[in-house]
Nanobody, 123 residues
Framework: QVQLVESGGGLVQAGGSLRLSCTAS????????AAWFRQAPGKAREFVAS????????DYADSVKGRSTIFRDNAANAVFLQMHSLKPEEKAVYYC????????????????WGQGTQVTVST
């Protein structure tokens, strides 16, 4: 098992950047593929990006492609999401997730979730 903790959220102006971090407080994150999802108020949780155990095969939602990068540092037991050119509609709680099943784009495929970190983008 792995226990995930997200950090790095906060308030940023539209067009700004944020780097979210996901660390494993228990377990070895490098044993898992990982992903970021987000959930805005009143909306379903949606896929943002995923990455394989080794750090290859990054995949992105069309809405963030070209503006975001998912990467990991297995020595540090961490996964990151660097986001640029943020938009107000990207205000959401961002969740880190892990699975042994591979880099999936649907939330039901992930067994482990962090508590989330709030991202707010002001106009």
């Amino acid at each position: 098992q792995v226990q995930l903790v997200e950090s790095g959220g906060g308030l940023v102006q539209a067009g700004g950047s944020l780097r979210l971090s996901c660390t494993a407080s228990r377990g070895t994150l490098s044993d898992y593929a990982a992903a970021w999802f987000r959930q805005a108020p009143g909306k379903a949780r949606e896929f943002v990006a995923s990455i394989s155990r080794s750090g290859g095969s990054p995949d992105y939602a069309d809405s963030v492609k070209g503006r975001s990068t998912i990467f990991r540092d297995n020595a540090a037991n961490a996964v990151f999401l660097q986001m640029h050119s943020l938009k107000p509609e990207e205000k959401a709680v961002y969740y880190c997730a892990a699975t042994q099943a591979g880099e999936l784009t649907f939330s039901a495929g992930y067994d482990y979730w962090g508590q989330g970190t709030q991202v707010t983008v002001s106009t």
